[in-house]
């Protein structure tokens, strides 16, 4: 993967191009911190892998979508916690257990194979659910053809379905009564993420229902009442596989609104390979590794459509003395770039860094299973494979959300400058009145000074101007900020 070379945009994010407005030349930060914000970051996920079979396998499914393989990889684990979250957790060391399941959404363009790299890794669960059905009407067939038997109604449930590839939140809970509290979700379509964040039904004054989602991370205990329909009373695990348009990223960042939802996931927005493609040569999985793949994966759906145990019955991983030393470690790592002024102090970050450790567990565990290790203590090398995805994926997830306009330097100028384009003019204390508790200010730990720190560089750039005016009588109206034309 060669990054292409242009001196007039900044490369970033694995070789995302982020371009700044023409005629306006990115500021240079003076301070450390900021420098380090500023760097862009090239994903490589698959290097931490220990070598493998399953490994391999993703290699080959990102070279057969010409999609990287660092979003090969998440969505492999997306698409595996969901059937892992219902046969497995991994352990606390107290002894409480983290589901398996986790939260992936993955950017692409239209034409970059996403619905294909999905399917690729879902074609082995789906093939369970199909035999599983397939014998449960076998079943269900023998059972009404039997004289006796024939009299009495059958009794056995269909198989729970395991994936859900649209559904609003309200919709999944009846499904969580058939499924005993687990949901996965899966789509190569943005709808999904609209309706998690609440970007299709929420807006001004009107709450999200994400409620569901945001639990299901952490197996908590939820309960609902609905007018219309059975709500659902117990402990939720969920797992949530997206691999749609960058939008898709961009409204989970935008419009999670403090809830914590973006923290839980896993964020990765590769560049296209489209324009460099050539479609003479097809690349396959190498038989050998799809078949582990297919055997590991096929063998945990079919123990959880045998039977779906509550979440408090499952097995779970545990981590060794020494590993959760090095996990604590790790969090010592990032912990000073969390105080004020940081490069992780603003409070999405500061979400994403207080998750560190759960993805790591969910991770390990889940590579542990990948690579035929059975339930029991996770080998060190998956320990540190995972807090090494987890460093790329912090540094990654700061990119984008300078990229979408979270948190920087353009995002604040232009949100000044979009004010004072609409209001012609106001006072520092007006722009802090109206600016502090919106975005990208309040994602600061201090917002007004923040705004007057903005301030201070657009007058240095000479793109605003603030000077003294006064009024027909000649009284002063205090110092006015303008755009200078």
């Not at 493998?52 to 916690?81: E, Q, W």
């Not at 990223?249 to 460099?276: C, D």
């Not at 396959?284 to 994966?297: A, F, G, K, L």
């Amino acid at each position: 993967m060669e990054n292409q070379k242009n001196t007039q945009k900044s490369v970033g994010l694995g070789g995302a191009v982020f371009e700044f407005p023409q005629g306006k030349k990115r500021p240079e930060p003076v301070a450390d911190t900021e420098t380090e914000n500023h760097k862009s970051h090239h994903l490589n996920l698959l290097a931490h892998l220990p070598d493998g079979d399953f490994k391999r396998h993703v290699g080959d499914v990102a070279k057969m979508c010409n999609i990287y393989p660092s979003t090969s990889l998440l969505v492999a684990l997306g698409v595996v916690s969901s059937v892992a979250c219902r046969l497995f957790g991994v352990a606390y060391q107290n002894g409480d257990v983290l589901p398996a399941g986790e939260y992936v959404i993955c950017g692409g363009l239209p034409g970059d194979a996403k619905s294909r790299m999905l399917k690729s890794f879902q074609r082995p669960i789906f093939d369970a659910q199909k035999a599983a059905y397939k014998a449960w009407k076998q079943r269900k067939q023998t059972h009404e053809e039997s004289e006796e038997e024939g009299k009495k109604p059958f009794k056995e449930p269909p198989p729970a379905r395991i994936f859900i590839t649209d559904s609003t939140v309200e919709a999944l809970e009846p499904l969580l009564v058939e499924s005993n509290g687990y949901f996965s979700l899966a789509s190569a379509e943005q709808a999904v993420v609209n309706t998690l964040v609440g970007a299709v039904y929420g807006g001004d004054g009107r709450k999200n229902n994400n409620d569901l989602p945001l639990k299901g991370f952490n197996a908590e205990y939820h309960a609902s009442s609905r007018a219309t329909r059975n709500g659902y009373t117990g402990v939720v695990v969920g797992a949530i596989t997206c691999f749609a348009q960058p939008a898709a990223i961009e409204t989970m960042l935008s419009e999670s609104k403090g809830s914590g939802m973006a923290e839980r996931f896993l964020l990765a927005q590769e560049p296209t390979q489209q324009g460099s493609r050539d479609h003479t040569k097809q690349h396959y999985p190498t038989e050998y590794s799809q078949n582990v793949y297919n055997r590991i994966v096929t063998g945990m759906a079919d123990k959880v459509l045998e039977l779906t145990q509550d979440f408090g019955e499952l097995q779970a991983y545990r981590i060794s003395k020494e590993d959760w030393k090095a996990i604590y470690q790790f969090r010592n790592t990032i912990e000073p770039h969390l105080a004020d002024g940081g490069k992780y102090s603003t409070a999405t970050m500061r979400g994403v860094a207080s998750k560190v450790d759960m993805h790591v567990m969910k991770i390990a565990a889940l590579l542990a299973y990948l690579y035929d290790h059975p339930i029991g203590e996770i080998p060190s090398q998956f320990i540190h494979a995972a807090m090494a995805i987890m460093q790329d994926m912090i540094e990654n997830t700061l990119n984008l959300l300078f990229k979408v306009g979270v948190i920087g330097f353009d995002s604040e100028e232009g949100c000044i400058i979009e004010y004072l384009g609409e209001k012609k003019s106001a006072t520092r204390r007006q722009i802090q009145q109206a600016k502090a508790k919106v975005k990208p200010f309040k994602e600061s730990q201090k917002p007004n000074e923040a705004i007057r720190n903005t301030i201070d560089r657009l007058i240095t750039k000479g793109v605003i101007a603030e000077r003294e005016e006064f009024d027909v009588l000649g009284n002063s109206k205090g110092n006015l900020l303008r755009l200078i034309a």
